[in-house]
């Protein structure tokens, strides 16, 4: 649906439109701003509260910078909405996340803007510096690099290995701290602290007040300008800022804190910092949700609400006439809590994600037991690695896309030592409006590779409590079990926990001609294939893997020795992925068979909603009832005849 735009951001299609405004205008501008984003997302979904947050920054920065020719980075990128309106895409923004519409995150194929892409978070101080580098190498020294990163976003190792490099080389590069106290939850760790202590320290205070003082005039005392602010701050430094600072510590020139909402004192500010060479920071206080008071007030909730009624704030949610299945992170926070009230060895971690994974429902029954460590999934498995070292049982909750970090520590501290980490990888699988950024696709070939690691995948709740239920064992080492974004299939979900045998999968039905192989939850896709193929004279065999590593073997040979035709299918990359084990066996085993792989093909597949992604990959019901029509056999009985 278009929304219509206010009267002068509808004039602003690129930022040089922007700057044709004045000074006093940037103001209405920004309400503007903020109004068109609250009336497309709420209609539209999406990420909320983070682009809210930096309306003003927005457009101070495209107000002061030149871009593109200036280089602007955004961390993340979930808080972009405001930066794609004024550069081209106003007028598509009603399209954003949705399938074949514009990306929910920034992307450099989109538009010249879009300097990096981006959806995980903590790249734009490295990737900004690259291009800072690259800048000096070439001698455009007036070109400016600017990287916009969350307090959230800061406390991922990969932020700081950019300001250490950042800190000896003398490039062209600002930081632009959103300091807003939040991550999706409320930002952890003692950086976070640190921030607080900054920001409402008295010295600190008053140092800021002496440097936005003589930023102000700096404009107008002309190109030596920065001259003077060094001579100031130079006299501060010493006493104050280098033992004390963090960022002064790393070569970096701070600045702030400053108030994030007011547009006019941004614009100058940014345009003043432009004018001093080197590393320098500008540490602005926000708030996330800004401008919506009820986002403004549960800033969890409304990072990403859905759709909402954006006069009464009413999240807009379809009331089932009959009980749902549950989210399969629902089932893993509630289990989570059962499994750890039975055994006290079980510990919970999640890397800055407790709403998303569910594991705040253990947070908050046992708080003394589960860790919410920052976005740091590296620091997720080696905590977790050390926590096992001296017997705990750590469940490591990380989604599978944001675990492709943390693949050294995988195999490095955990695989190789034999820890019994359990490793849940939410979010398996495509993930929907995220897109290629935030897709689960690789997780079975990465891990399946790594010796030691067991590795499964729940076809429905039940099974996912029997795996935690058995992951939780004495000594069973590394255990994997992914699980998708969304629900699964079953109303009456928490039945009695039983033990599962390590690589046993199960037959859910015989069939003729041809045989189904599933892992996961796309199990049910062939289910529901399966009962329309039937209906039609089909009858293709099912059997659920339920390990990708060990392979059930015996249940291999059985499917080997009795099938012609194998369709494979699974919710992850089909490189490297189950049917690619599944024809490693084969051949392995000198057996003979058509097999066909159903997953997701070698490419980066876009945003969309699950479903309309499971189709263009082509493994949904439909697809699998295709490819069974493809191979099998039709036999018309006396009923079907009848
Ligand atoms: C590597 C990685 N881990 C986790 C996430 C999930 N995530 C998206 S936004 C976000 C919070 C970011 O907080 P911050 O940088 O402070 O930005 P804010 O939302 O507060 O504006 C998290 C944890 C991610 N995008 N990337």
Redesign the pocket.
């Known amino acids: 649906m278009q929304v219509k735009a206010g009267p002068l951001l509808s004039k602003i299609n690129y930022p040089a439109d922007l700057k044709q405004y004045s000074e006093s205008d940037l103001v209405q501008i920004s309400q503007e701003l903020r109004q068109y984003i609250i009336d497309v997302v709420s209609v539209n979904g999406g990420h909320f509260?983070?682009s809210l947050?930096?309306v003003e920054l927005t457009v101070a920065l495209h107000y002061a910078l030149n871009t593109p020719y200036d280089k602007l980075v955004w961390?993340?990128g979930?808080?972009a909405y405001g930066h794609k309106i004024l550069t081209g895409r106003r007028d598509l923004f009603h399209t954003n996340r949705v399938y074949g519409g514009i990306s929910g995150f920034p992307k450099i194929s989109e538009s010249e803007y879009d300097t990096f892409g981006v959806?995980?978070?903590?790249t734009s101080i490295s990737a900004a510096l690259g291009m800072a580098v690259a800048s000096q190498l070439k001698g455009e020294t007036d070109r400016q690099h600017v990287a916009v990163?969350?307090?959230?976003?800061?406390t991922?190792g990969l932020a700081f290995e950019g300001l250490n490099h950042a800190g000896i080389e003398n490039s062209n590069v600002l930081v632009i701290l959103?300091d807003?106290c939040?991550?999706?939850d409320p930002?952890v760790g003692a950086l976070k602290e640190y921030l607080t202590s900054i920001t409402i320290s008295k010295s600190y205070n008053r140092f800021r007040d002496d440097i936005s003082h003589v930023l102000t005039g700096l404009s107008k005392l002309g190109p030596n300008a920065h001259k003077y602010v060094k001579k100031i701050e130079k006299s501060i430094k010493g006493t104050l800022l280098k033992q004390s600072n963090l960022f002064e510590a790393l070569n970096f020139r701070y600045f702030g804190p400053v108030d994030g909402h007011d547009v006019t004192r941004l614009a100058q500010t940014i345009k003043d910092l432009s004018a001093i060479p080197g590393p320098k920071l500008l540490h602005c206080i926000t708030v996330?949700g800004k401008g919506f008071a009820l986002a403004e007030k549960d800033q969890t909730k409304w990072?990403a609400p859905g759709l909402f009624d954006k006069i009464t704030g009413e999240i807009k949610k379809s009331i089932p006439d009959k009980p749902q299945p549950p989210k399969y992170q629902d089932v893993f926070g509630h289990t989570m809590v059962e499994l750890a009230e039975a055994n006290d060895k079980i510990v919970g971690i999640t890397?800055?994600?407790p709403s998303?994974s569910s594991l705040n429902i253990m947070m908050k029954a046992m708080p003394k037991r589960a860790f919410d460590v920052g976005?740091a999934?590296q620091h997720a498995v080696t905590f977790s690695a050390g926590l096992a070292t001296q017997g705990l049982v750590p469940f490591c909750n990380i989604?599978s896309s944001?675990m492709q970090?943390a693949y050294d520590q995988v195999i490095h501290d955990v695989a190789i030592q034999k820890l019994n980490v359990v490793f849940c990888l939410d979010r398996a699988g495509l993930a929907g409006a995220d897109g290629a950024t935030h897709h689960g696709a690789y997780d079975i070939a990465y891990m399946r590779c790594i010796p030691n690691l067991i590795v499964s995948s729940p076809m429905n709740e039940e099974e996912l409590r029997n795996l935690m239920f058995t992951a939780q064992q004495e000594n069973i080492g590394p255990f994997v079990i992914r699980y998708p974004r969304g629900n699964g299939v079953m109303p009456d979900w928490k039945r009695p926990f039983k033990a599962l045998e390590i690589g046993e999968g199960r037959k859910i039905c015989d069939g003729e001609d041809v045989a189904l192989l599933t892992i996961g939850h796309v199990g049910n896709f062939a289910v529901e294939a399966c009962t329309e193929l039937n209906s039609e004279g089909f009858y293709p065999a099912h059997y659920d893997l339920r390990f990708v590593k060990p392979l059930d073997e015996a249940l291999l040979n059985e499917v080997f020795s009795k099938y012609k035709n194998v369709i494979t299918v699974e919710d992850g990359s089909l490189p490297g992925g189950v049917g690619a084990a599944v024809l490693e066996f084969m051949a392995d085993n000198n057996y003979n068979a058509q097999v066909v792989r159903l997953g997701i093909p070698d490419k980066f597949v876009d945003h969309g909603e699950q479903p309309e992604l499971w189709a263009e990959c082509g493994y949904d019901k439909d697809a699998i009832v295709k490819a069974v029509k493809n191979v099998a056999v039709k036999r018309v009985t006396d009923k079907m005849a009848g």
């Open positions: 509260g983070a947050g930096v961390d993340v979930h808080q959806g995980h978070s903590s990163i969350g307090d959230g976003a800061m991922a959103n807003n939040m991550s999706i930002n996330k990072h890397p800055a994600m998303g976005i999934e989604y944001f970090r």
